[in-house]
Structures are given as C-alpha cells and as structure tokens.
C-alpha cells in the first residue's frame, strides 16, 4: 500500500497533539468558568453561563478526539467554531448583550469566547478549524479505505 | 509574587516549550533534554508554591483573588507530571510536542497569575 498517502497510524500521530491542545483547552476553560460562577456569577451571569457551557462542550470534544468518536467529535467541534465566532462578534459589537462591561479578552469577566478567544491566544479560533480538517481529512481516508477494499478482487 | 523569579518562570517555560515543539516536529522522540526541560519548569512552579505560600506573610499581598491564583497554579503544577507521563508511555513523535505543549500553557498560565497577584482587579 505504498501508494497510499495517509492512513489512519499516520492520522493517529499529529491527532494526539489535537487531543493534548483541546485536554488544555477544557482545563482552562472549565477552571476558569467554575472560578467566575462560584466568585462574581451575578456580575455577568449570561457570559459565564456560556464560559461554563464552551468549558463542558471542550470535555466532550477531547473525550471524543481522543476516543474516536467521530460524530461527536464533529457536533461538538462545529459547535465550538460557531460559539467562538457567534460569541466572539457579539463581545466586540454589543458586549453589554451578554453582561460585559468591557471586551478586555485578560479581564475579570473575560470567557474563552471573548473577542474571538484572544485571552487564550485565539487558541479557540484555530482549534476547531484545525479539528474540523483533521475530521475531514480522516473522512476521506477511511471511505478511501473501504472503496479499495470494495474494488479489491 | 517575586517579579524577577515571575520573569525567570516565564522564559524557561517559554523556551523549553519552544525547544520541544521544535525538536517534536523534526521527528525527536522524548529524551532526556526535552524531559529535564519540562522537569525544570516543574521545579520552578514548586518553588513558585513555596514563594506564593511565604509571600503574603512577608508584606507581599495579592490585589487579585487568591483562590483564583491558587487555582492556576495548581493546575500548572499538575501539567509537568501529566505530560511527561505521556512521554514515557507514548515514545512517539508527538510527545514531544505533546511537553512543549504543556509547557507553552504554562507560561501563560504564570502570566495570568502574574496579573491577578499585581493588578487591580484583574
């Protein structure tokens, strides 16, 4: 099979960075969230409602990279890349919808979403991108798998 | 806490994560450089504890919260041991990538604590 380009040991490798990345993401996120909702929640109660959703929406998002379960791993990426733009919009447009006093991606009220994840280096942004393509990629590899298994002899 | 020690943390921090995701890239497994790079930021973070527990009792005091700071650090201080773990059982690639990971998180991590121990609520 040396003509094939990618199979699924090869995706296994660079996939576990992915897992590592979002494993950090979900500590960070769900540390933070559970911080600001015992601490302050009152202060912006819609913002830190997300933060804790995003944070438990990372969890699953890493259990599934990690134990290949591709579908949620698709539902729960996809969902993360809308949040951080929809949420990341509305911070820099109309921060007071969500209860924020100011978009200061480093401040009190910051959330992973806030001005696109910037407090996290925009880590938010990029990861479900570079996970959605991972996912893609793997898709194509997999049913690339099975039409040669079907038109072997 | 100490600004110098915040700043020393900071760099090794940066740099053995650097140095791991450069080295993990080219192809590196986990060796001993990359792994005593981590371990030495753990080394740093304990003695970051120890600063944080003498600190406030030495007239320096945090603006922010200090569960908050508490919280980051303890995570950090869990980090080292977790992706070295993964090294030792993974003898892959891409754990090495894996520590300069860990190690990169936790060079932000100690910014944030940096900013919640000396701004004003932060």
Redesign the interface.
């Known amino acids: 099979m040396s003509t094939r380009r990618l199979d699924s040991s090869q995706l296994a490798g660079p996939g576990r960075i992915l897992v590592a990345v979002y494993a950090v993401l979900a500590v960070a996120a769900t540390g933070r969230s559970v911080f600001q909702i015992i601490d302050r929640f009152g202060e912006a109660p819609i913002a830190f409602s997300l933060s804790a959703l995003a944070a438990v929406v990372y969890i699953v998002a890493t259990l599934a990279l990690a134990l290949r379960w591709t579908t949620i791993a698709w539902v729960t990426i996809g969902f993360e890349f809308v949040g951080v733009l929809v949420i990341g919009t509305v911070s820099v447009l109309a921060p007071g919808l969500l209860g924020l006093d100011s978009v200061d991606p480093f401040g009190r009220e910051a959330t992973v979403w806030s001005a696109y994840g910037a407090g996290y280096l925009c880590i938010p942004l990029v990861l479900p991108v570079i996970g959605l393509f991972y996912l893609w990629r793997g898709r194509r590899v997999t049913a690339a798998e099975s039409a040669a298994v079907e038109s072997a002899p | 806490m100490i600004d110098i020690f915040t700043v020393i943390l900071i760099g090794v921090a940066t740099l053995a994560g650097v140095l791991c995701v450069v080295l993990g890239l080219v192809g590196r497994k986990p060796e001993d450089v990359t792994i005593l790079a981590v371990a030495l930021v753990e080394v740093l973070l304990l003695a970051q504890v120890v600063i944080a527990l003498i600190a406030p009792a030495a007239g320096n005091h945090p603006t ?2 200090l ?2 700071f508490w ?2 650090l303890a ?1 950090a201080c869990l ?1 080292p041991p977790a ?1 070295i773990a ?1 090294a030792l059982t ?1 003898r ?4 090495t ?2 520590l300069g ?2 190690a990169l ?1 936790i060079a ?2 100690a910014y ?1 604590m940096n ?1 919640i121990w000396t701004v004003q ?2």
């Open positions: 922010g919260n569960g908050e919280v980051y995570t980090m992706a993964w993974d892959s690639r891409w754990s990538v894996v990971v860990a998180a932000v991590m944030r900013q609520l932060a």
